[in-house]
């Protein structure tokens, strides 16, 4: 945040500082001080929070027709996804998704909520559901 200040990079230091309250609300939230730090783990979360959030709203307002403010909340998760870990792609998704499938003996569309949820467990946080729940949709479809 010290740098991006220095720099003079005003969206970088109010997305910043939007995660940091995000990370002090998340603290109060589960009882704890706001001084104290947020583990890995939940910071993780808040900040997977903040790029659905953020994703959301660019949506919204290109829907709507506001191109500028779009802009503006792409670019704040782009600086977002920058803190976040590097995520699955969709061939490391499809690999899992195929072995899952063979391991669990699922052939038809009726156990795909179990195999999207054996995939997500498989990658951990590092897959987004909706994109494991496309993937499986195209195995069987």
Do not use: H, W
Not at 27 to 43: H, M
Not at 67 to 92: F, N, V
């Amino acid at each position: 945040m010290k740098v991006a200040m220095k720099a003079r990079d005003d969206l970088r230091v109010q997305t910043l500082r939007g995660a940091l309250a995000a990370f002090t609300n998340e603290l109060v939230a589960k009882g704890k001080k706001p001084t104290e730090e947020l583990d890995d783990a939940g910071a993780i979360v808040v900040l997977k929070r903040l790029a659905k959030q953020r994703k959301e709203a660019a949506v919204q307002y290109e829907k709507g027709g506001r191109a500028e403010l779009a802009k503006k909340e792409a670019d704040e998760l782009k600086i977002i996804e920058s803190y976040l870990p590097q995520t699955a792609g969709r061939e490391d998704i499809e690999k899992v998704a195929r072995a899952k499938k063979d391991m669990l003996g699922i052939t038809d569309a009726s156990g795909s909520g179990k195999l999207v949820g054996a995939v997500i467990k498989e990658l951990g946080g590092s897959a987004d559901g909706n994109d494991v729940k496309a993937v499986v949709a195209a195995l069987f479809g």
